[in-house]
């Protein structure tokens, strides 16, 4: 599917990495190399603002009006890209980005003739045949809209986008009872939809009087655990509520449609860069779609650009129910900056004004875990869990990660009570059963269960070395040397640089009698930049060998096997 939809666009993301012509580099070459560093990077503000100084010495350079026009529309700014797409355009250069911002354009000055009347983008059949069905809808011609949408429907491997957006314009046309015949699946046509696809489900539904039906399919989705928006649809439903029809109020609005429905169903699929500009063109075309502005930070975010995230999230209203998703992103999207406080600030907010949201206080916790404020992190996660009333299965990350904050404060007692809830809850848990199972035999106790915790976590995850690590170390702590070589040895193959692993790896070698080996394992570690307490551990170690360690720090010697509860 990936391949159909995205061979005519590959190049979008690309193109201002084209070589340059001779009058960019001579007139301003400083600017166009920078130009081309910062959208190499997805710089997008420094490649817009660079683009501009070489389109300066060179307005002529097609290559250089590209790589402005992809800066100014990665950040969403399209009005600034229109004439640079029209400059193109009118130079006979066939640049696909030009033809998307065109298409933009004339959806968001609702001239759907020109549309009609126009000639292929070159961005595929699916975008060119969507948007001819979209435009005749606009003009009204709505016997050709259906027309379009029916022969998308029955081309392979796009009907489901025929489907969909026939049942959005039908809607639109008020036909509810023909939207739900299609997204039901009752013509015949079985159709899977994204998270939006089944909110405009619920809105039909709720249209036709069907507020139970609505409230059932919605459950059908997404079960009973279900994020904020459908939880707030689903309790608008059940109150009696008539829900409007808004996915696809209009043609323009069905155009938005178009290019987040390519948005969602690549992301992951292609490069970043191309789903972004499939994204951007639909908060163009409707600023308020809330799911195209969340998909937009989270692509920017992952591209490293963390300030026009967290600007991006910034754009989702305080009462949209998906305020809250926004604002965890953008305090995310702060961290990753670099700025820790303006984060914990936005999430501090956040669980004052919205404190009936469980989430809301795991978020926090989260973060505050992240910094070690884990006394602050624990009131976080007991508010977290106050708001669920009965745990299930899908709540274990709360109790493990309120655990974990209660074995760093060293109240062992809750935390591993917090542990235990967790594997009552998920038993078969990984991160879990190695954390508990580490923690006992880093403390001596209950030996032979905490072996066989870690032989679970190690089943369930044979190549995480952590966990690995684990099993070397159980069978360390109980005596058993020669059996903890070869996982030690894995583990340390596994996390290669980390500096407990890699010390622990010394402490075997040397307890099997491969004394150089260990002293050349710990002074590895020593280079991996341990916290400064295992660092003096380690270099006692390179001093004294681990035998005087373990006695002048009271311990057993290594020749005396660790009994279990001993």
């Not at 959806?107 to 045949?129: C, F, H, N, S």
């Not at 709505?142 to 009907?159: I, K, N, P, V």
């Not at 596994?494 to 622990?504: A, F, K, N, R, S």
Request: proline share 4%.
């Amino acid at each position: 599917m990936a391949n159909i939809l995205m061979r005519p666009v590959l190049a979008l993301a690309l193109a201002a990495l084209l070589p340059a012509a001779a009058g960019a580099q001579q007139e301003d070459a400083g600017a166009y190399l920078a130009a081309r560093v910062a959208a190499a990077g997805s710089d997008y503000r420094a490649a817009a603002d660079w683009f501009s100084r070489a389109l300066a010495a060179d307005p002529s350079n097609t290559s250089l009006i590209e790589g402005a026009l992809i800066s100014d529309f990665s950040l969403g700014e399209i009005e600034k890209a229109v004439p640079l797409a029209t400059r193109l355009t009118e130079s006979g250069n066939g640049a696909q980005a030009a033809a998307l911002v065109l298409l933009a354009d004339r959806a968001k000055r609702e001239e759907y003739q020109a549309i009609l009347t126009a000639e292929p983008t070159g961005l595929g059949p699916l975008v060119d045949r969507l948007s001819f069905a979209w435009a005749a809808f606009g003009a009204g011609r709505m016997s050709e809209a259906l027309e379009a949408f029916d022969q998308l429907a029955t081309t392979q491997g796009l009907e489901p986008f025929g489907l969909y957006h026939k049942a959005l314009a039908l809607a639109a046309a008020g036909d509810f009872e023909g939207a739900d015949e299609i997204l039901s699946g009752r013509d015949g046509n079985a159709l899977r939809v994204m998270r939006r696809g089944s909110i405009a489900h619920a809105q039909i539904l709720s249209q036709l009087d069907r507020n139970a039906d609505a409230v059932a399919m919605l459950e059908k989705s997404f079960g009973t655990d279900a994020d904020a928006g459908i939880d707030a649809l689903k309790e608008r439903l059940a109150a009696g509520e008539t829900l409007p029809y808004d996915v696809a109020r209009n043609a323009t609005d069905g155009m938005a449609e178009i290019f987040f429905t390519l948005a969602g169903a690549l992301s992951g699929e292609v490069d970043d860069g191309s789903t972004l500009l499939y994204a951007r063109t639909a908060t163009h075309l409707r600023p308020d779609h809330t799911e195209a502005l969340l998909l937009s930070a989270q692509i920017l975010d992952n591209q490293g650009q963390h300030q026009l995230a967290s600007e991006t999230y910034a754009r989702i209203p305080t009462a949209d129910p998906m305020f809250f998703v926004a604002e965890i992103g953008r305090a995310d999207a702060l961290r990753a900056d670099g700025k820790i406080e303006a984060s914990l600030e936005v999430l501090q907010g956040l669980a004052r004004s919205k404190p009936e949201l469980m989430q809301v206080h795991l978020a926090l916790g989260d973060a505050l875990r992240r910094e070690e404020r884990y006394a602050d992190a624990v009131k976080a996660y007991d508010a977290a869990i106050a708001r669920v009333p009965a745990p299930e299965r899908q709540h274990w990350p709360l109790f493990y990660s309120r655990g974990i904050c209660h074995e760093r404060l060293s109240h062992w007692k809750e935390a591993e009570a917090d542990f235990r809830r967790a594997l009552e809850l998920n038993p078969d848990e990984p991160q879990v059963l190695n954390y508990l199972g580490y923690s006992f035999v880093d403390r001596g106790q209950n030996l032979e269960e905490a072996l066989s915790m870690i032989e679970r976590a190690v089943a369930a995850r044979p190549e995480s070395g952590y966990i690995i690590d684990s099993l070397a170390w159980a069978y360390f702590r109980l005596g058993r040397y020669q059996d903890a070589v070869e996982p030690m040895e894995k583990a340390s193959l596994l996390e290669p640089v980390d500096p407990i692993v890699t010390d622990h790896l010394g402490d075997v070698y040397w307890a099997v009698g491969r004394k150089l080996e260990a002293r050349f394992q710990w002074h590895r570690a020593l280079s991996f930049d341990p916290e400064e307490k295992e660092a003096q551990r380690i270099r006692r170690k390179l001093e004294v060998g681990l035998d005087a360690l373990l006695a002048e720090e009271g311990a057993k010697p290594l020749s005396v096997a660790v009994r279990a509860n001993d």
